[in-house]
C-alpha cells in the first residue's frame, strides 16, 4: 500500500545573517522573480493580508508560498498544493544576495497522513517507540508516542559520520487529521567557508537547486516506509 499525504508541504530555512529590509515583494517583483498579481497580494493589496518590511524582520504570503525574514535566519514556506515553483524562487533569491554569509541550510518536507483505524494508529506509535519499559513504570496509566526524533548521518556510528550533512525525521500525532500521523524530513547541511570560487550564498543556492527534488523524493520514500513497516506491510 503506498500512504499519499493529506496535506503535505515544504520549507528551506537558512541560518545566517540577513538583512530583512532588502527582502520586500516590491524588490521580487523588481527582479522578476514573481509577477505583479503575487507581488499585490503580498503588499495586501485588495486582500488585507499583513504584510511587515523593517530592518529586523520581513514578513509576508502569496497564494503559494510564505517569506519570513530576520536577522539571524531565512524562512520560505510552501502554501496549498507543493511544486518545483519553491525551489526556484528559493535559488533565485540566494543568487541575488551572494554576498550573505550562511552558516546552515535545511530542506524541510512535511506531511499530515490519514490512518484507517484508531488500532492502527496505536500501532505505530507501539512499534516505533514500544511502552513496556514506561507502562512499568507507570502501571494503570495510559502510554503514548508525542514525539519522535531519528537522526541519520552518513558513515557507520564511531567510525567516520559525515558532521555536514544530517537528516532528522521526526513523527508525531497530527493536529490537522484526525487519527493522523504528522511526519517531518529535515535535510540539514552545514555551510563551510567558500569552496571553488562560491561564496556561501551561492553554495547555498546550488545546494537548493541539486538536491530540494532529491529530498523530496526521498522524504516520500521514507514516509511511506515508515508507515507501511510500522503497519506491517513491508518485510
Request: aromatic share 8%; glycine share 6%.
Amino acid at each position: 500500500m503506498t500512504y499519499t499525504a493529506e496535506i503535505f508541504s515544504s520549507s528551506i530555512i537558512a541560518v545566517g545573517d540577513f538583512n530583512p529590509a532588502i527582502f520586500s515583494p516590491d524588490w521580487l517583483e523588481i527582479n522578476n522573480l514573481v509577477g505583479k498579481d503575487d507581488a499585490d497580494i503580498a503588499r495586501g493589496e485588495g486582500i488585507g493580508r499583513p504584510m511587515l518590511v523593517s530592518h529586523q524582520v520581513s514578513t509576508f504570503e502569496t497564494e503559494w508560498f510564505a517569506l519570513q525574514v530576520l536577522e539571524n535566519q531565512f524562512s520560505l514556506s510552501s502554501k496549498g498544493v507543493l511544486s518545483p515553483a519553491l525551489q526556484d524562487l528559493a535559488v533565485s533569491i540566494f543568487q541575488l544576495v551572494p554576498h550573505t554569509p550562511i552558516t546552515s541550510v535545511g530542506l524541510n518536507f512535511m506531511g499530515h497522513f490519514k490512518i484507517a483505524s484508531e488500532s492502527e494508529y496505536h500501532r505505530i506509535g507501539d512499534i516505533l517507540a514500544p511502552k513496556k519499559i514506561w507502562d512499568t513504570l507507570y502501571q494503570d496509566s495510559s502510554t503514548g508516542l508525542a514525539d519522535l526524533t531519528i537522526r541519520i548521518q552518513q558513515g557507520r556510528r564511531g567510525v567516520s559520520l559525515e558532521e555536514k550533512t544530517v537528516k532528522n525525521i521526526s513523527l508525531q500525532p497530527s493536529k490537522k487529521i484526525k487519527c493522523g500521523v504528522f511526519m517531518s524530513y529535515n535535510d540539514h547541511h552545514e555551510m563551510s567557508a567558500a569552496e571553488n570560487g562560491l561564496r556561501l550564498a551561492e553554495q547555498v543556492s546550488n545546494l537548493v537547486e541539486n538536491r530540494w527534488q532529491l529530498s523530496w523524493r526521498d522524504a516520500e520514500r521514507v514516509f511511506n516506509s515508515v508507515l507501511s513497516l510500522a503497519l506491517g506491510e513491508l518485510e
